[in-house]
């Protein structure tokens, strides 16, 4: 899986309009199997907004342009103490209808990439 986009500062939907997180979306070269990598500013239990919005946000925002329709979508997050966890979604691609943040093990190889560890 190659880096095919990296947003440095998406806002986070929170009532201060503050937050931002980086984010970094990996596919293969068909763009058949996609994952993208939220690096959460705080612990995700700290985070005052609900993952599937920002998640939606950024799919509007930019994440379509890099899809194609067969495109197989993960969401993960890395919040600011490490923990890593993966996002279980309910709806479809852009109007998710909720969504909750599960502890995950191990992360798929983009996770080990350099520009994930700057």
Do not use: W
Request: hydrophobic share 35%.
């Amino acid at each position: 899986m190659d880096l095919i986009y990296s947003h440095p500062r998406f806002p986070l939907p929170t009532p201060q309009r503050t937050d931002q997180c980086k984010v970094d979306v990996y596919a293969d070269d068909d763009r058949h199997q996609v994952t993208v990598m939220f690096r959460l500013p705080r612990p995700s239990h700290k985070l005052d907004c609900d993952m599937y919005r920002v998640i939606n946000a950024f799919y509007r925002e930019a994440l379509f342009r890099h899809l194609t329709p067969a495109s197989s979508l993960k969401f993960y997050c890395v919040d600011s103490t490490g923990e890593h966890q993966h996002v279980q979604l309910e709806g479809l691609p852009g109007g998710y209808t909720g969504g909750q943040l599960m502890p995950c093990l191990s992360l798929p190889l983009p996770a080990v990439s350099s520009s994930m560890t700057a």
